[in-house]
Structure formats: structure tokens, C-alpha cells
């Protein structure tokens, strides 16, 4: 949305606690942000149980960004509390903003309603990391006054060849015990030293 002077529009945005009737709409949302084209190596994925478990676990830091009851956006965070020290981490776990959106001020709220949230709770540090290739994330993170940026490697191993290994021996054995059960093992067979006909 543009103003008439060309510059993006704020437009009226209500931050509210994420309640029970929020999980859809914020889980169809991030499925649409978070797919795994843009976060192939992610070590989080997106799924219900992501939504529903930040939900159950730390519901006053699910939060959702609304304009006239339509969803424009969540935040899903943590606290981490770390034995023997005296300090208390906040974790941005999860932002996303409707791409119609994006750039007018929503995320922005998001964020000061969960800052604000972890000053209350006596937080000493806010955490949240994104991929090195996400530019836009990384320039809100800095808008924000994050700093100190480290680099992380995520590696990836696809098990599909392994997974394909594993269910032809898996059928190999089954059809086995089923050869042994009903008495088919014939003298060729190779677990009788033969050749398998």
C-alpha cells in the first residue's frame, strides 16, 4: 500500500496474543513464507507441530498481528534459561509477515510487543537467527538493533537412496519369512548356499 506521495502506507495494525483459532491461519501462513524452496537447509522446519508446540509451551510469546479480524502476520518466540548463569535469553523463533504487507510497519509492532514482553519478564538478550541469504531478514535484525552477526554451516544428507536400501531388504527379508513359513525354501536358494532361481 502506497500513499498518494509514492512513500509505503502504515496501516492500522492490532498486536494480540495468539489464541487457539490463531493456529490455522498462522500455520497457512507460514506454510506459504517458509517453503522449502526458500529454507532448504534450515535446521527448524515448518509445521503444525512447530505452531502447535510454541502455542502450548509459550503462549504469551505467540503473537499475531491483525487489521479489521484478518491475520497480517506472527511472531512465535521463546525464552532459554541456562543453568549456573544468571542470565535469561529471549529466541525469536518464527516472524512472518503476509507478503501484501510486508514493508508497512507490521513487523516492526511484532517485534516491540515481544521486546516489550521480555523486558517484563526480566530478559537480558534477544536471539534470532536467520540464512546469511536472507537480506531482507538480516536488514530488519539490524533496523531492530541486532548485532554481532556469527556464521553458522548447516549441512544437509539426503537419506532417499538409504531409505530406498533399507525397504528392499526390508521386502527381501519379509518375503523370506514368508518363503520359511509356508515352506518354500528351495535347496538353490541363496541362504542355502545356492542360486536364487
Known sequence: MRSSDGKEKRIAVRIRE????DIAPVYHLGEMLYTADETP???RTWD???VV???????????VAEHEDQLLGFLL???IIKPHSAWKYGYLIWL???PDVQRHGVA???????KDLMIERGIRML?????AENLGALHFFRKQGFGHPRKHIYLTLNLDSEIQRMRKRSTSHAQLRSERKNGHLGIDHPELGGEES
Not at 495468539?18 to 483459532?21: K, R
Not at 536471539?127 to 540464512?131: M, V
Request: hydrophobic content about 35%.
Open 18 to 21: 495468539m489464541e487457539v483459532d
Open 41 to 43: 537447509n534450515t535446521y
Open 48 to 50: 503444525v507441530y512447530e
Open 53 to 63: 508446540g510454541l502455542f502450548h509451551s509459550d503462549t504469551e510469546f505467540c503473537l
Open 77 to 79: 518466540g521463546t525464552t
Open 96 to 98: 512472518g509477515v503476509h
Open 108 to 114: 516492526d509492532k511484532l517485534f516491540q510487543k515481544f
Open 127 to 131: 536471539l534470532a537467527d536467520t540464512s
